[in-house]
């Protein structure tokens, strides 16, 4: 079984700072990957970020990135120069390789504030 | 191109009535997934079609809840004798292959009086 932890029910950061969600996870897989969504209140879910468990350099999507510490098995998301519009629902996932279904974490509140 | 989309939006139906739920995928999706959140919960899933067969239902929670996907293409999850448990957002996501990037819609947001 798998299972991921988010230990942040929210987080507030001001505008144009960066800011980091915590994931943890929890697998007896050699193979997975890590999913980062996010879930603005009109509630669908958005794709932000992978990161494969043999990739040996950290993912990166514009200004999203992911810090993925396979020995402490955490992957979390770093948002670099925060906008008003990234206040939303964050929700961190995990794959076994060659699986297809996402285990989710809680999810993180995130607030930018001005 | 088009994304996933779900009807209806919003759905109220009383205790002990059926429902369905529909999720059109993106074209050419060969996966599909359902998933179900509770508030303040993140989703979790309940059964992934390849194609127009159900590869694995090991979520689906007991045998009021079934899926189908005849055409491999359109997925109506349908809920039978439905319960005050059962209320929660139904979403639906599809996928290029099983172990690509999954795709969501805007859910369905099923509430059982």
């Known amino acids: 079984a798998q299972k991921i932890t988010q230990t942040q029910p929210g987080m507030f950061v001001q505008e144009k700072e960066a800011v980091t969600l915590d994931c943890t996870y929890d697998?007896?897989?050699?193979?997975?990957?890590l999913f980062w969504y996010k879930q603005p209140s009109s509630g669908e879910m958005i794709f932000l970020i992978y990161?494969?468990?043999?990739?040996?350099q950290n993912a990166t999507e514009g200004r999203y990135s992911l810090n993925f510490q396979k020995a402490r098995k955490s992957a979390n998301l770093v948002i670099s120069a925060s906008q008003l519009g990234d206040s939303a629902m964050y929700f961190c996932?995990?794959?076994?390789?060659?699986?297809?279904?996402?285990?989710f974490g809680t999810g993180t509140q995130l607030k930018v504030e001005l | 191109g088009a994304g996933v989309s779900q009807t209806p939006s919003n759905k109220v139906t009383e205790k002990g009535k059926y429902v369905e739920l529909r999720c059109d995928p993106i074209?050419?999706?060969?996966?599909l997934y359902w998933y179900r959140q509770s508030l303040g919960q993140g989703p979790e899933f309940l059964i992934y079609f390849q194609g127009t067969g159900a590869a694995d239902d090991s979520g689906l929670p007991n045998d009021r809840f079934f899926a189908v996907r005849p055409e491999g293409s359109v997925s109506t999850l349908k809920i039978q004798r439905t319960e005050r448990g059962d209320s929660a957002v139904y979403l639906c996501a599809s996928g290029r292959t099983s172990t690509g990037e999954q795709y969501f819609g805007p859910g369905t947001r099923l509430t059982v009086t």
């Open positions: 074209s050419g999706h060969t996966a």
């Open positions: 996932a995990i794959r076994r390789g060659g699986g297809n279904k996402l285990t």
């Open positions: 990161q494969g468990s043999y990739d040996q």
């Open positions: 697998t007896s897989d050699p193979s997975y990957g």
